[in-house]
């Protein structure tokens, strides 16, 4: 059986001639962001990746065909979508391609997506991680484990507040995956710079950073790094604004929903409880990721090139 992937020709010459390339995932257009805030979001991150010189492959599954590289048609069409897309991760990705529907990529879709294309590079917003509650519950996000399995990079702002954060590295440690935070010592907490958890690991260098992913393949060990980039200062949003809201949206969620609806849902909450502030400081830490997983990517190439 042939793949049924199509890259992008942009992308695709980039690859071949070993040039920066970015995966984007697409669940933050179609179930992370509301419409138009979603599309407005998506379009920034990939201009954000080109002025650092890459190129921005965003993923999704389109009509049973895993695409890297979508087109503006077709991302407009996801983000006004929204929630009536699957949301696909490592569980359900064969079944929506087999059965030829459409679907947006988590990050654990993405990593699994961009690896098949040859991108080593990902940018995202927040990761899905061990929820609050898990030890009832037992949610915990299989994005934890694609990053045990998959030799992907993912530069993220650290996890939401809606997930509990220290449980969250325990499983990351246990699971064996390297987390390095970008010019902090503390592990960020998405709207805020720091969650007072110390990193496992911090580097201010993405030179080193790229370094420590051919090392770490060079090990012959398996899976990706988590790269956690905190929000630039100015977009912060503290955490004594945000912590009532995320609470009350965790607690409706634990009424309402259960499975892979609890994240959206609980995204969705936060975003009207907070009239839409949310949805501005996530913007700012997209870029911000895009741009810093574009260097990254960028010294990768260039470490390939020298030996
Ligand atoms: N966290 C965010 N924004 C997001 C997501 C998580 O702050 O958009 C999305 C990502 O696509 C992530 C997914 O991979 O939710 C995780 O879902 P779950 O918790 O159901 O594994
Ligand atoms: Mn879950």
Same mark, same amino acid.
């Given at each position: 059986?042939t793949?049924?992937?199509? &890259? !992008?020709?942009?992308?695709?010459?980039?690859?071949?001639?070993?040039?920066?390339?970015v995966?984007?995932?697409?669940?933050i257009?179609?179930?992370?962001?509301?419409?138009?805030q979603?599309?407005?979001?998506?379009?920034?991150?990939?201009?954000?990746?080109?002025?650092?010189?890459?190129?921005?492959?965003? #993923?999704?599954?389109? =009509?049973?065909?895993?695409?890297?590289?979508?087109?503006?048609?077709? $991302? !407009?069409?996801?983000?006004?979508?929204?929630?009536?897309?699957?949301?696909?991760?490592?569980?359900?990705?064969?079944?929506?391609?087999?059965?030829?529907?459409?679907?947006?990529?988590?990050?654990?879709?993405?990593?699994?997506?961009a690896?098949?294309?040859?991108?080593?590079?990902?940018?995202?917003?927040? #990761?899905?991680?061990?929820?609050?509650?898990?030890?009832?519950? +037992?949610? &915990?996000?299989?994005?934890?484990?694609?990053?045990? #399995?998959?030799?992907?990079?993912?530069?993220?702002a650290?996890?939401?507040?809606?997930? !509990?954060?220290?449980?969250?590295?325990?499983? $990351?440690?246990?699971?064996?995956?390297?987390?390095?935070?970008?010019?902090?010592?503390?592990?960020?907490? +998405?709207?805020?710079?720091?969650?007072?958890?110390?990193?496992?690991?911090?580097?201010?260098?993405?030179?080193?950073?790229?370094?420590?992913? $051919?090392?770490?393949?060079?090990?012959?060990?398996q899976?990706?790094?988590?790269?956690?980039?905190?929000?630039?200062?100015?977009?912060? &949003?503290?955490?004594?604004?945000?912590?009532?809201?995320?609470?009350?949206?965790?607690?409706?969620?634990?009424?309402?929903?259960?499975?892979?609806?609890?994240?959206?849902?609980?995204?969705?909450?936060?975003?009207?409880?907070?009239?839409?502030?949310?949805?501005?400081?996530?913007?700012?830490?997209?870029?911000?990721?895009?741009?810093?997983?574009?260097? #990254? =990517?960028?010294?990768?190439?260039?470490?390939?090139?020298?030996?």
């Amino acid at each position: 059986m042939t793949l049924p992937l199509d &890259i !992008d020709e942009e992308v695709r010459d980039a690859l071949e001639s070993d040039r920066p390339v970015v995966a984007l995932e697409s669940t933050i257009v179609s179930h992370g962001l509301p419409y138009p805030q979603n599309i407005e979001t998506a379009r920034a991150a990939a201009n954000a990746v080109r002025d650092e010189g890459a190129v921005p492959a965003t #993923i999704a599954v389109l =009509a049973g065909r895993l695409t890297v590289g979508m087109q503006e048609a077709e $991302l !407009d069409s996801l983000a006004k979508a929204g929630h009536s897309v699957l949301k696909l991760s490592r569980a359900n990705l064969a079944t929506c391609i087999a059965s030829g529907e459409t679907g947006a990529t988590t990050v654990a879709a993405t990593m699994i997506t961009a690896h098949l294309a040859g991108i080593e590079v990902f940018a995202t917003g927040g #990761i899905g991680g061990v929820h609050r509650g898990a030890e009832a519950s +037992f949610d &915990i996000s299989t994005d934890l484990q694609e990053l045990s #399995i998959t030799p992907v990079a993912v530069v993220c702002a650290g996890a939401k507040a809606i997930l !509990d954060i220290p449980k969250t590295l325990e499983v $990351l440690e246990t699971l064996g995956v390297p987390v390095t935070t970008f010019g902090s010592p503390d592990f960020p907490a +998405f709207w805020s710079r720091a969650s007072s958890l110390p990193s496992p690991s911090v580097s201010d260098s993405t030179h080193q950073i790229a370094r420590e992913i $051919l090392v770490h393949r060079s090990l012959g060990l398996q899976g990706g790094q988590l790269i956690a980039n905190p929000v630039p200062a100015e977009d912060e &949003i503290p955490s004594a604004v945000m912590n009532p809201l995320v609470e009350r949206a965790v607690s409706e969620a634990r009424r309402e929903v259960s499975g892979p609806l609890v994240t959206p849902f609980v995204l969705k909450r936060i975003f009207e409880l907070s009239e839409g502030r949310s949805a501005k400081a996530n913007r700012a830490l997209m870029l911000s990721n895009a741009s810093l997983a574009a260097r #990254i =990517a960028s010294d990768l190439s260039a470490l390939r090139k020298t030996g």
